[in-house]
């Protein structure tokens, strides 16, 4: 039995054939030419004819998974008609007389290294993409991808790491699993295995060769473990434990419909993350309370150009029409950090994560904020919208923000355009300055929400991107726990609720802590409603 320790990103257990992803040789060797600009034209139909590739696995991402995840594929196409990548392919064709494959792979690697020397780990990652678009043009020039994606029947897939067009390609009802020596949790091929529930455990380490092909093999994706060629104990005990997950699934089904509270009556909003209204099913299909956290950036990263005031109202106002009088609580762009747009022209930063960010970027910017925030207003008219400030860190931020948003208001009324006038404002506690300052923030606002992720990365001072400092970031701290407290403490003082929408809401071993501490709302992915509801209904405060 081999036994192969990676990162988990779903939390199945998945028991089948192990199957070695195999990609058509293609010949990128470097050979002279004799006609450079036949060799250009050539490059182009490749790169054409890639680009309508594209375009067709993004229209059959966005009926399999959502136009949020078939994004990327139009990024790629962006990449392809990027003109730096472009002139450099053509300036190694024209100056050193080199075929258009080994051009083509000697810019992807050049890009590739390139991102790879980034500090930003989503930077990092796009090192994945320009390989992926690079080896779609060189098997347009080699004669055309032929890959057999049909082969892939009920078997655990196994590979260096998987692009996302490959694994769109792939009929993913029929894989039971995926794992990777190489790649991240936030890779396209952990994220689609997240959002189609499929086991997955990424990063192993591990190269897999050709003599396990077609060996029985577990995917335990609770521990990060995967068993090739397992003896018939462990066998016996994954098989057991994948049924016991099985009758918890079913298990969950008797929370659906029921109150959120605890044995003792205490009454919790259980609300869902999504980061736009293709999200919305999944929220509903796992019966979220509300919309604990509308991550509106994903506008603008799915754009190419800032998106218009009209965009953004027919997206706010579609989410709170198909909330129907649900609470949905909009936090306003949170871009910077690891969230980078092109077109916001943002300077380069040694620490992004402590740079311009979110409501540093609206403050300095204000008719951009005020164009998102007249589509806010205009929204709340159609359902129960709420709307949250980012990264605040002081009192006179919110007080600009609130000036801002009444500036807009009067615009609306001489406008005679109808909004919410009782809509709640209400800001992310996401630093140690706006906990410790909690009890003079929460006199400003309707409500917090604790953004844990980001409380977690600045109290600790570690990257919460940076995985190499995995064995020192501890979530649980007691010192961010003691702000978390702090702040319910505080906002109950001011006769405000306190919610939290970060990661540690979803962890159901601090569950019964957030309960004692009085938290009043949490706001978690559209997966993990049902286990948490489950698990409050199951404690008593008592």
């Given at each position: 039995?081999?036994?192969?320790?990676?990162?988990?990103?779903?939390?199945?257990?998945?028991?089948?054939?192990?199957?070695?992803?195999?990609?058509?040789?293609?010949?990128?060797?470097?050979?002279?030419?004799?006609?450079?600009?036949?060799?250009?034209?050539?490059?182009?139909?490749?790169?054409?004819?890639?680009?309508?590739?594209?375009?067709?696995?993004?229209?059959?991402?966005?009926?399999?998974?959502?136009?949020?995840?078939?994004?990327?594929?139009?990024?790629?196409?962006?990449?392809?008609?990027?003109?730096?990548?472009?002139?450099?392919?053509?300036?190694?064709?024209?100056?050193?007389?080199?075929?258009?494959?080994?051009?083509?792979?000697?810019?992807?690697?050049?890009?590739?290294?390139?991102?790879?020397?980034?500090?930003?780990?989503?930077?990092?990652?796009?090192?994945?993409?320009?390989?992926?678009?690079?080896?779609?043009?060189?098997?347009?020039?080699?004669?055309?991808?032929?890959?057999?994606?049909?082969?892939?029947?009920?078997?655990?897939?196994?590979?260096?790491?998987?692009?996302?067009?490959?694994?769109?390609?792939?009929?993913?009802?029929?894989?039971?699993?995926?794992?990777?020596?190489?790649?991240?949790?936030?890779?396209?091929?952990?994220?689609?295995?997240?959002?189609?529930?499929?086991?997955?455990?990424?990063?192993?380490?591990?190269?897999?060769?050709?003599?396990?092909?077609?060996?029985?093999?577990?995917?335990?994706?609770?521990?990060?473990?995967?068993?090739?060629?397992?003896?018939?104990?462990?066998?016996?005990?994954?098989?057991?434990?994948?049924?016991?997950?099985?009758?918890?699934?079913?298990?969950?089904?008797?929370?659906?419909?029921?109150?959120?509270?605890?044995?003792?009556?205490?009454?919790?909003?259980?609300?869902?993350?999504?980061?736009?209204?293709?999200?919305?099913?999944?929220?509903?299909?796992?019966?979220?309370?509300?919309?604990?956290?509308?991550?509106?950036?994903?506008?603008?990263?799915?754009?190419?150009?800032?998106?218009?005031?009209?965009?953004?109202?027919?997206?706010?106002?579609?989410?709170?029409?198909?909330?129907?009088?649900?609470?949905?609580?909009?936090?306003?762009?949170?871009?910077?950090?690891?969230?980078?747009?092109?077109?916001?022209?943002?300077d380069a930063e040694a620490n992004p994560a402590l740079g311009m960010r979110a409501i540093r970027i609206c403050?300095?910017?204000?008719?951009?904020?005020?164009?998102?925030?007249?589509?806010?207003?205009?929204?709340?008219?159609?359902?129960?919208?709420?709307?949250?400030?980012?990264?605040?860190?002081?009192?006179?931020?919110?007080?600009?923000?609130?000036?801002?948003?009444?500036?807009?208001?009067?615009?609306?009324?001489?406008?005679?355009?109808?909004?919410?006038?009782?809509?709640?404002?209400?800001?992310?506690?996401?630093?140690?300055?706006?906990?410790?300052?909690?009890?003079?923030?929460?006199?400003?606002?309707?409500?917090?929400?604790?953004?844990?992720?980001?409380?977690?990365?600045?109290?600790?001072?570690?990257?919460?991107?940076?995985?190499?400092?995995?064995?020192?970031?501890?979530?649980?701290?007691?010192?961010?726990?003691?702000?978390?407290?702090?702040?319910?403490?505080?906002?109950?003082?001011?006769?405000?609720?306190?919610?939290?929408?970060?990661?540690?809401?979803?962890?159901?071993?601090?569950?019964?802590?957030?309960?004692?501490?009085?938290?009043?709302?949490?706001?978690?992915?559209?997966?993990?409603?049902?286990?948490?509801?489950?698990?409050?209904?199951?404690?008593?405060?008592?």
């Amino acid at each position: 039995m081999l036994t192969l320790q990676g990162k988990s990103v779903f939390t199945g257990i998945a028991i089948g054939p192990l199957a070695l992803f195999h990609r058509n040789t293609i010949s990128t060797a470097p050979r002279a030419i004799d006609d450079a600009e036949a060799e250009v034209q050539r490059f182009q139909k490749a790169r054409t004819e890639a680009v309508l590739q594209l375009q067709k696995l993004y229209e059959k991402a966005v009926e399999k998974i959502g136009e949020e995840q078939a994004a990327v594929f139009e990024v790629h196409q962006m990449m392809l008609d990027d003109d730096d990548y472009i002139e450099s392919i053509e300036g190694k064709i024209r100056e050193t007389m080199l075929n258009a494959e080994a051009a083509v792979e000697q810019t992807a690697q050049q890009f590739a290294d390139m991102f790879r020397a980034m500090d930003d780990a989503y930077m990092q990652a796009r090192a994945a993409d320009v390989l992926d678009i690079s080896r779609r043009i060189e098997q347009q020039l080699c004669g055309g991808p032929s890959i057999d994606f049909s082969k892939y029947d009920h078997v655990i897939i196994a590979a260096d790491d998987l692009a996302p067009s490959e694994t769109l390609q792939l009929d993913t009802d029929k894989i039971l699993g995926f794992v990777t020596s190489s790649g991240s949790t936030n890779s396209h091929t952990a994220i689609l295995a997240r959002t189609l529930g499929i086991a997955a455990v990424v990063n192993t380490g591990t190269q897999i060769h050709n003599d396990v092909d077609g060996m029985m093999a577990i995917i335990d994706g609770t521990t990060g473990t995967v068993y090739i060629d397992p003896d018939q104990e462990t066998l016996c005990q994954m098989t057991e434990r994948q049924q016991q997950l099985k009758k918890q699934q079913e298990k969950l089904e008797t929370v659906r419909g029921v109150a959120t509270e605890t044995k003792d009556g205490k009454k919790i909003r259980l609300y869902a993350n999504i980061g736009n209204p293709d999200n919305l099913p999944q929220a509903i299909l796992n019966d979220a309370e509300g919309i604990g956290l509308f991550r509106s950036e994903f506008l603008y990263l799915e754009n190419t150009a800032y998106p218009t005031e009209e965009q953004q109202f027919e997206a706010y106002k579609t989410t709170a029409e198909t909330m129907a009088g649900k609470t949905v609580v909009i936090r306003t762009l949170d871009i910077g950090a690891d969230k980078k747009v092109d077109y916001f022209g943002l300077d380069a930063e040694a620490n992004p994560a402590l740079g311009m960010r979110a409501i540093r970027i609206c403050l300095t910017r204000p008719s951009l904020f005020k164009t998102q925030l007249r589509a806010l207003l205009r929204a709340s008219a159609y359902g129960k919208i709420a709307i949250m400030f980012p990264m605040i860190i002081s009192v006179d931020e919110i007080r600009q923000c609130k000036s801002l948003l009444q500036n807009v208001r009067l615009e609306l009324d001489n406008q005679g355009i109808a909004y919410d006038k009782q809509m709640e404002i209400g800001i992310m506690i996401e630093t140690p300055a706006a906990a410790i300052m909690s009890d003079e923030l929460a006199k400003e606002v309707d409500f917090f929400s604790i953004g844990s992720n980001d409380l977690t990365q600045y109290t600790l001072a570690i990257d919460r991107q940076q995985t190499t400092l995995d064995a020192f970031f501890d979530s649980h701290h007691p010192a961010v726990l003691r702000l978390i407290q702090q702040t319910i403490e505080n906002g109950h003082k001011a006769g405000i609720w306190v919610g939290i929408c970060g990661e540690l809401g979803a962890d159901l071993t601090l569950t019964e802590t957030f309960l004692k501490m009085g938290i009043d709302e949490i706001s978690v992915s559209p997966s993990s409603i049902l286990p948490l509801r489950q698990k409050i209904r199951s404690i008593s405060l008592l």
